[in-house]
């Protein structure tokens, strides 16, 4: 069964740093690139960020170049979301994928002091 986990969201103040986690299972991993997506509140679903299989390659949506650094480590089935200089803007629901099918159930990230 294809399935993707996500942990690490939190509540941080401005300014904060958080790191998501995207546990993979039932495929292998090294064979997809993947990708990270929020949803804020009333807003859709919008790209964060994506790396290619190898981890090679990688791409961000503006607001968050700089800031954002997405990462695999295929020996452990597992993709992260290093989060810097987070904003109260990144207040979101973020999610893990694989494509447009395999998502996780997202991890609540919220940006207040």
């Known amino acids: 069964q294809l399935r993707l986990v996500e942990s690490g969201g939190g509540l941080v103040q401005p300014g904060g740093s958080l790191r998501l986690s995207c546990a993979a299972s039932?495929?292998?991993?090294?064979?997809?690139?993947m990708g990270w997506f929020r949803q804020a509140p009333g807003k859709e679903r919008e790209f964060v960020a994506s790396i290619s299989a190898s981890g090679g390659t990688t791409y961000y949506v503006d607001s968050v170049k700089g800031r954002f650094t997405i990462s695999r480590d295929n020996a452990k089935d597992t993709v992260y979301l290093q989060m810097n200089n987070l904003k109260p803007e990144d207040t979101a629901v973020y999610y893990c994928?694989?494509?447009?099918?395999?998502w996780g159930q997202g991890t609540q990230v919220t940006v207040s002091s």
């Open positions: 039932g495929f292998t991993l090294d064979s997809y690139a």
């Open positions: 994928n694989r494509g447009p099918t395999v």
